[in-house]
Every structure is written in C-alpha cells, then in structure tokens.
C-alpha cells in the first residue's frame, strides 16, 4: 500500500484504489524472472539495521525457516530449513557438493540453461555426471530417466529442473520423482523460479531436498538461497563439501546450535523476505500465489496472441512463471528498439534464452496482477504500431521446428 504521507511518482496511471498500487514507485515494472516487482512494503522493511548476533535477528532468522517449512505441507517434520548467502546458483551449488558424495553419479535432467549450469557445476566440483539435454523445449519424461537409471547402476542421485526459467517449461517432477524412487536412487529439485506459486508439498511428490532463493516467487529481493532437505540427508552431509562457504550441513550445524548465520547474513534482505513470506500467507499461500500468476499468464498470453504473437511452448507446458515468445518475422521488428519502446512505457522485459529462434520472454510473476498485464499487453501493441510492424507473427520455421520436436 502507498503510504499517507509519501505519494510516489509514477510513470503509470494506476488506480489507487486497486490491490497492486503502484508497486513499482514510479520505476519500470520488472516482467523478468528475479529480481522482480516488490511490494513497498518489502522496499520499505530494509530502512532498518539490524545486528546480526542480536536476538531478534535470531528470531527473524527463525520465523523466516519456519514459514518456508510450512510450505512444505504435512511431511515438513522431515525436513530443515538451511538459509545460505548468495544467489540462486550458490545454493544449487551448495546443494550439489553438500549431498552428492564425492565418488556419487548424478544424472541431470537438462532442457535450457539452468540445466545446463547445473552439469557445469557438477564439473567444477569434480562430480561424475550423466547429462540428458532435452534441447530448448522438451521436457525429461518419467520413462527415459528410469532407463537411463536401469542403464547406470552408478548414478546416484537425479537433480531435476522444477520450472526451467529460460524457456518457461514446467517440468513433470511427479513423474519423474516415481522414476527416480522406483529405481532406488535419489532427487534433488531446483526450484528456484517455482518454489511458493507452485505445489512441491513432501507428501505428495519424495525428493531428498530442493532449493529456491528470495528473489522469485516469495517476492523478496536478492541477497539469499534457501535448502529444504530431509533431516536424514543433512545429517548425512558431513564432509562431502569441496567448499567451507557452501557447505550445508556446517551451516545447518551453526544454525541448529546458535540460531545464526554462520558469516554476516544479508540482514536487509532477511528482513524485506520476511515481511514477503507475511504477504504471500495473507494471499492465501501457494495455492493463491499460483492462481495469481496463472491468471498474470493468462491475460498476457491471451492479449499478444491477439497482437500476433506466438509462444515458444505448447499450452500443456507453460508455465505459470515466465512465457517465451517467438520474436515476429515482419523486417520492421527490432528487439532492442522493441526493448527500449516497452521500458519507456514503464516494462523491461527480458531476451530469450534459446539457442535456435529468436525469441523474448516475459515474466508473470512479483507484486502484478492483471490489470498490469494489460497494460503490459497495451504496450506491446503500441510499440508494434510504432515500429510500423504489421504483422506479429513468428517466422514459419519457427513454428515448423517447435512441430518437428514437439511430435
Ligand atoms: C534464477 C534461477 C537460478 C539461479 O540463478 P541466479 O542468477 O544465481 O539467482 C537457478 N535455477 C533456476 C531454474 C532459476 O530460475
């Protein structure tokens, strides 16, 4: 909520009566996948220093590992919370060299960038790995990761991309989960861009741990990543790190004796996830956090159809996080001058990922609901017109190529 006293500027012609007033303050709304829109009340819970040795930190420290726990549903009291500094592919890297013996195997299930990393990663650690690349669109199916596990009696664990960011793809972690336990081995989830908009309660889909960090769906700013693992996973952790910084079971030990960080946390950032975590229960929790971004999805997609456009992915793959569009063959479209028409009109949207077509994408989640979106959707149009574009239409390989592979 605007505040009494202060009324930004902004760019838009927002109704303050509505739900989401203006959360942007005035800047460009962030249609990116992380960092994104925040809630002036997150901006607003960083105006404070704290110490981080003090009780109350601690107690923030606590309640912060609380609520991402509860998340979890009913099987949350086999899990841990362990908070740990630094961006999202610190603590998949953590994840990796803190559960993953030094003489384990682990298959990774790759279809775009994030993937990707996560197989480089393995790399510098020094871990074996098997990678299955799905290309840019296709999702790992439950019945090729049971044969490729029949195939490698090595592999040890199997890590699984939740929402794949760069294309937007949501992938079939249930059934891959089934394929996983059903050939006695073990998954890791990163689901960093999915985690709280999207279910991952532990009673219904097993996996040994997942990560996420403060910058996606919780709504938070940047600064932190989070593991939720089985207790017996953590306890089992020991030693297996090549890192001290990126060592989760030193960090959980630290925790579980002090209840602090074991180097200077984030102490902003902490506090702005907080006040997040209060939102996203006062919505109504993943369950509403998801029916929000799906509804964002919905009137973005639905209104640059309309525009011409197309996306990347068939409708039974896209996510409620981040669509991809195919960028239009008409010659009078430019990305970056497509880029800086959106900004100006108060959205900075984000290129494609993909290693083929030529594409750009835009994310549905952060502190927007639908009436943003259509103004998103607007903008689009206007900036087409003043590109003298006529038609949005991707080009006829592009759609040709999503066919071949799809089939
Ligand atoms: C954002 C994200 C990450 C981490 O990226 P950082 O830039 O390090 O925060 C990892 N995996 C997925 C799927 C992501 O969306």
């Not at 249609?31 to 105006?47: F, I």
């Not at 996510?319 to 970056?336: G, Q």
């Amino acid at each position: 909520m605007l505040s009494k006293n202060k009324k930004p500027i902004s760019l838009h012609d927002s109704k303050p009566e509505g739900p989401f007033p203006d959360p942007a303050m005035g800047e460009p709304f962030l249609l990116t996948p992380g960092p994104l829109t925040t809630s002036e009340e997150v901006k607003r819970a960083m105006l404070k220093d704290w110490g981080s040795w003090d009780g109350d930190f601690r107690a923030m420290t606590a309640e912060l590992c609380r609520r991402l726990l509860d998340m979890l549903g009913e099987g949350k009291d086999d899990f841990d919370c362990v908070p740990l500094q630094g961006s999202g592919s610190y603590v998949v890297e953590a994840m990796l060299g803190s559960f993953v013996p030094r003489d384990g195997k682990v298959l990774v299930l790759a279809n775009g960038a994030y993937g990707k990393r996560a197989a480089q990663t393995l790399g510098y650690l020094g871990r074996d790995y098997h990678l299955l690349d799905k290309g840019d669109y296709l999702p790992p199916r439950g019945a090729e990761v049971a044969h490729i596990l029949e195939q490698d009696p090595e592999i040890t664990h199997v890590l699984a991309i939740h929402c794949e960011t760069s294309s937007g793809i949501l992938n079939p972690v249930e059934e891959i989960s089934k394929a996983v336990y059903a050939a006695g081995r073990k998954l890791l989830i990163d689901s960093m861009s999915a985690f709280g908009a999207v279910p991952l309660e532990a009673n219904t889909i097993r996996y040994e741990a997942l990560v996420s960090s403060a910058n996606k769906c919780i709504e938070g700013v940047p600064g932190f990543g989070f593991v939720l693992a089985r207790k017996s996973e953590l306890e089992q952790a020991k030693g297996n790190s090549h890192s001290l910084s990126l060592d989760v079971h030193a960090q959980w030990d630290v925790m579980e004796k002090s209840g602090q960080w074991r180097f200077t946390p984030p102490t902003h950032v902490i506090a702005a996830f907080l006040e997040a975590l209060k939102a996203h229960e006062a919505e109504g929790g993943v369950t509403a956090r998801g029916a929000r971004y799906r509804n964002n999805r919905d009137i973005l997609v639905a209104g640059m159809r309309d525009l011409g456009f197309e996306t990347l992915l068939d409708e039974k793959w896209l996510s409620p996080i981040i669509v991809t569009f195919f960028c239009p063959r008409d010659e009078c479209f430019d990305f970056s001058q497509f880029y800086e028409l959106m900004k100006e009109r108060g959205f900075i949207i984000y290129p494609g990922k993909l290693t083929v077509v030529d594409s750009f994408r835009m994310g549905c989640i952060g502190h927007m609901d639908g009436d943003i979106m259509r103004r998103v959707v607007a903008a689009a149009g206007e900036c087409l017109k003043i590109m003298n574009v006529t038609s949005a239409a991707p080009p006829a390989s592009a759609l040709e190529e999503r066919r071949l592979l799809a089939s």
